[in-house]
């Protein structure tokens, strides 16, 4: 299967190209979650509402809903490694035109555009890095490339913050560029010319997808989840200043402390979703809906939120590894053979979620309610979710 030059490896150690594609989803997971610890003081040098902010979250969410699937389909004929290369050179342009933005158009189309990366590279570069070592030992070798994502979301987050307070948030995204040119190049360097392709993205294939039922129902409980998630996390920074008047040094510690919950929820969701995973995600989904109603009410104290917004960082990411796993389950069910095509769907469903929730929080901060009921917001979309998953429950086991 394996085309000359990509053959898989089956020592123990590490191949070199899966540390470049690390070292690119790094970058790429930095410029998604750092907008969120920017958002203040980009709302001040622009003259803009932290509402308004709050689209640069939705945009760039849309730009990897929308434009990875279709983007991965249209280049699924073109060699893979070209194809990275390319999708990093569009990154390091996105976050350059961020980096130089003027004003809300130009920041805008800077997002949209690392999106469109995002969304490619990231379902791109999983294929391939099950691709660079032997069968048994792919799904470490994706494990490892996400963790260049995991790591952003305990460091980028405050490093980017701490940037930007301190010299400006166009030397955050300016940085974030450099890290994309280091990846660029270690993707050149690194990668092997000929790697196998995977099964393309067809968008015949997606339409058979979007059009069954049990899927449908499995994507809804990604996007109300993670619209629940993301309405809040978006607006945490401006949370954390108006209501809980924290200072912008301390903010900075409080995201690092958020990141450090996502990093264990995520590890820990993985391991008690392994058997049942709909069992455990409607657990999860009850638990995130009172964490952020208790986010409400704890929010004009200080001990009492730090402890909520830990707890937040914990539950929202537990509950990523569960909704991935049930959409394959669900796939190898209902459409066998359509597994990576669903799991890819389920990434657009993440980010149609984060769009929904970070649109939806940028209209409640907008009106008189203000950023403090964007918890409540929050807490509703999670039991949206948690009833669809009642309803799925339901629904797999009549089917069962």
């Known amino acids: 299967m394996q085309n000359s030059g990509s053959t898989p490896v089956s020592s123990p150690k590490i191949p070199a190209a899966l540390w470049a594609l690390t070292i690119s989803v790094f970058a790429i997971g930095t410029t998604e979650v750092v907008m969120v610890g920017l958002l203040p003081t980009i709302a001040k040098d622009l003259f803009i509402s932290i509402s308004a902010t709050g689209f640069f979250v939705t945009l760039y969410a849309l730009g990897i809903a929308v434009g990875g699937p279709l983007i991965t389909a249209f280049t699924s004929r073109v060699a893979r490694k070209r194809v990275l290369l390319g999708i990093m050179l569009l990154f390091i342009s996105g976050n350059t035109i961020a980096a130089i933005a003027p004003n809300f158009s130009v920041l805008a189309t800077g997002r949209i555009l690392s999106g469109f990366a995002h969304g490619v590279f990231v379902g791109t570069g999983a294929n391939i890095a099950s691709s660079l070592v032997s069968e048994d030992k792919r799904a470490t070798a994706i ?38 040119v280091l990846g660029f190049i270690a993707n050149l360097i690194l990668l092997p010319h000929h790697i196998a392709k995977g099964k393309p993205l067809r968008i015949k294939d997606q339409m058979k997808v979007l059009q069954n039922k049990s899927l449908l129902l499995g994507f809804s409980l990604t996007v109300f989840s993670f619209a629940g ?41 993985g391991k008690i979703s392994n058997k049942n995973p709909l069992k455990a995600l409607m657990i999860l989904f009850a638990l995130l809906a009172i964490v952020l109603w208790l986010l409400y009410i704890a929010s004009p104290y200080k001990i009492p939120t730090i402890i909520v917004l830990a707890l937040m960082g914990f539950f929202a990411f537990s509950i990523v590894p569960g909704m991935q796993l049930y959409i394959v389950q669900l796939a190898e069910k209902h459409l066998p053979g359509t597994e990576d095509v669903s799991s890819s769907l389920n990434i657009a469903a993440f980010n149609i979620g984060i769009a929904t929730g970070s649109f939806a929080g940028s209209l409640i901060v907008a009106s008189a309610t203000g950023v403090r009921a964007v918890a409540l917001e929050g807490s509703a979309f999670v039991v949206i979710a948690f009833f669809f998953s009642i309803i799925s429950n339901k629904t797999e086991k009549i089917h069962h």
């Open 143 to 180: 494990a490892i490339m996400f963790t260049g994502l995991t790591v952003a979301m305990v460091t980028g987050i405050p490093l980017g913050t701490f940037i930007g307070q301190r010299y400006g948030w166009r030397i955050t995204f300016g940085g974030v560029a450099l890290l994309g």
């Open 229 to 269: 998630v993301f309405g809040m996390f978006t607006y945490m920074s401006p949370l954390l200043e108006r209501v809980t008047k924290f200072s912008q040094d301390t903010i900075t510690l409080l995201l690092l402390l958020s990141g450090a919950f996502i990093a264990l929820g995520n590890m820990i969701g």
